[in-house]
Structures are given as C-alpha cells and as structure tokens.
C-alpha cells in the first residue's frame, strides 16, 4: 500500500525558511517522481517541485525557483522540500505526490492517472 505522509507546515514570517517532508513508502517500482503541489483557498493547485527516483532529474514550478530545494533519501524513505525567502503568497496546503512519471510531468498541476497524493500539510506565512 502506497503512504505518503507529510510534515514540517507550520506558521512562518515571510523572509523566514521551512522544511517540508514526505514519508513515501510502498511503491510498486523506482519509476515514480515524488514531489510537492500546493494550493491555496480560492486559487488553483500549483506545481511546486518533483524529483526522480534517481535523484537525477528535477523540476521547479516557475513561483518557487531559486527559493526551494527539493532532495531525496532513499535510505529513509523521504523527500524533503527546503524553502528559504518565504513570502506570503507561499501560503498554502502543501501536498506530497507520487507520480509514474520523470519529474518533467510535474508541470501539471492536475491530478494525473497513476497518482498518489498526500493528505496535505498547511503553511502559512505571515507579514
């Protein structure tokens, strides 16, 4: 059974750093990127970061690049979303996803066949 399991949200002044993490385990194969979608009330879901199995491929969405960082640890399961220079507009619910896909697929912000998502964890960043 596939769990995704998402940590680290929490409330944060803008200009402050936050790590988010994802537990991921029980995938049926390595050919899934695992990654990071958000979306915040009355806006639609935004594709934040993915990373491959391999740790070789990534994507940023657009908003996030030069502030986030996305890493795995495939010894411990767990994909982990450094975000630095926090603004206010970064306020959202942050989803864990797993696709059957590279990375690259992470564009898409709609939910794709194949895909797991997490339960969601909040971040909000205050002025």
């Known amino acids: 059974e596939v769990q995704l399991v998402e940590s680290g949200g929490g409330l944060v002044q803008a200009g402050a750093s936050l790590r988010l993490s994802c537990a991921a385990s029980g995938f049926p194969s390595d050919d899934y990127a695992i990654g990071w979608f958000r979306q915040a009330p009355g806006k639609e879901r935004e594709s934040v970061s993915c990373i491959s199995f391999d740790d070789q491929s990534v994507f940023y969405g657009d908003s996030v690049k030069g502030r986030v960082s996305i890493s795995r640890d495939n010894a411990n399961y767990t994909v982990h979303l450094q975000m630095s220079s926090l603004r206010v507009e970064d306020t959202a619910v942050y989803f864990c996803?797993?696709?059957?896909?590279?990375?690259?697929?992470?564009?898409?912000?709609?939910?794709?066949?194949?895909?797991?998502w997490g339960q969601g964890t909040q971040v909000t960043v205050s002025s």
């Open positions: 996803v797993a696709r059957p896909a590279p990375p690259s697929a992470c564009v898409h912000s709609r939910i794709q066949p194949g895909d797991y």
